[in-house]
């Protein structure tokens, strides 16, 4: 249950009292999960709230019902446009598992050691792999850090996989409405000093650069739209990461 339901708030009283009560509660709730012995099903977001995560120290993905709407998910939607759209977030989320951060924990959110010095090893060559793909990025005049924004590039990049994975596996699947869907979800229109902002702070990458990155690593893509070395989106199938 959420702290927030609990609170009463009314137009009597004033800012400060209305703040300070919202944030007893919130720390009264932190207080209470320490005596509990199994908060696996607690969420850390209102059920309103249009976003998703995942959690590494519980193994455990968020989807809230404020994002089960549209542009995410509609029943009025296609199969392709609910699959590159609520079908690949959902799988993002579950790729945290994967990433740098996932990785150290267990199924139970248990920190661990890797499996094997194989696994490390391959862990590190493709984490390697993907700062250097995305340490030649940019937009405007902004470089973007390829270290803050790994976590997330490694969730899209295992993400988007899964989900063109389905589309493959479903021999009549319109590919043009799959990957049109998919971009058009992430459309964005921003004032230059939110970009700033979000460049220097964001664990993801600029939508712009999250669709294109994503698109043109895909051979699926590539083909699809017959593109070549002389299209901007065409990257040569040797540089593209493969994670599955
Ligand atoms: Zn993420």
Redo the contacts with the bound molecule.
Sequence with gaps: MSPHSKIHLSSDKSLLDSVSMILSAVAKSSWDKLLKTNVRDDWEIDSFTVNA??NAQMNKIVIPAGILQKPFYSSDYSFEKNLARIGFLIA??IS?AFDIDGILFDEFGNRICRESEEDTVYFESLVNRIVSKYAIQGIEKYNIDNWQTL??NI??LAGFACVEKIMLEKSSGNWEDFYSSFASLWRTKQRPEYQEMSILSD??LPNKLRVNSLLSNSKTFIEFYNLSEKDEMYLDFEEHIQLF
């Design positions: 995560y995942y993002h989320e945290h976590s997330e969730a899209d664990t993801h």
